[in-house]
């Protein structure tokens, strides 16, 4: 039982390029997000799901495109990397409960 | 949109002191929780509060949700050097099966041996 699974673990983009920050949990909860991590800023929400085929945005979503397809997978697409977007990202599955938050142990990128 | 602020920013301990931390909030939570972030990791939830006014301990962890349901604090009790890392507050608004974290900053802890 892996938890909550993000791939990579590290990554440069040159600006402009593009990728997808995988995640995949093996738990079967229906919600998923995606937060961002920026020295001094805590994390912020960009994502997230509340089921396959539902996602919705957070608090900051520009500049990022996801899909939930299954219940194990909620892939973050970052269509046109900016150095802006430099951070840490981590996802989180949650299951019916406050406390049942389970997160990644992140990707770190850097956007040159 | 809604934001937390938690103090202090850093703290830079002896081991064996106890440590105190705070987080205030503009809007009401039904729900406080405190994590603990290590490097190169993520979160991992230390403690939850789910009622106005509530105490809870967790080993040498003490939280509590502010009567006001705005504010919550977390003390540490004689500081190890395995409790350096940073820790967030988070406040949440649960609700079904929706209520996204909202996260403070942190405050990142360093205990001298």
């Known amino acids: 039982n892996a938890g909550v699974t993000q791939t990579p673990k590290f990554q440069v983009l040159k600006t402009g390029q593009s990728m997808t920050l995988q995640c995949a949990q093996d738990m079967n909860h229906e919600y998923m997000s995606w937060y961002r991590q920026d020295p001094g800023m805590g994390l912020r929400l960009i994502h997230y799901?509340?089921?396959?085929?539902?996602?919705d945005q957070g608090e900051v979503p520009n500049g990022y495109n996801v899909s939930r397809s299954t219940t194990e997978d909620f892939p973050l697409r970052l269509l046109s990397a900016a150095p802006s977007q430099t951070s840490v990202y981590f996802c989180?599955?949650?299951?019916?409960?406050?406390?049942?938050?389970?997160f990644g142990s992140g990707t770190r990128l850097t956007v040159v | 949109g809604q934001q937390l602020n938690q103090s202090p920013q850093s703290m830079f301990i002896q081991e064996g002191e106890d440590v105190s931390m705070n987080c205030t909030s503009s809007?009401?939570?039904?729900?406080w929780l405190w994590y603990k972030q290590d490097p190169g990791e993520g979160p991992v939830l230390l403690i939850a509060l789910y009622k106005a006014g509530e105490l809870t301990s967790n080993g040498r962890l003490t939280a509590q949700f502010g009567i006001t349901r705005k504010d919550s604090f977390l003390n540490i009790s004689a500081s190890i050097p395995s409790d350096v890392g940073i820790y967030f507050c988070?406040?949440?608004?649960?609700?079904?099966?929706?209520?996204?974290?909202?996260f403070g900053k942190g405050t990142k802890l360093s205990v001298k041996p």
């Open positions: 988070a406040g949440l608004n649960y609700g079904g099966s929706q209520g996204n974290l909202i």
């Open positions: 809007s009401i939570f039904n729900t």
């Open positions: 989180a599955a949650r299951t019916g409960s406050p406390q049942g938050y389970t």
């Open positions: 799901s509340v089921g396959a085929g539902i996602t």
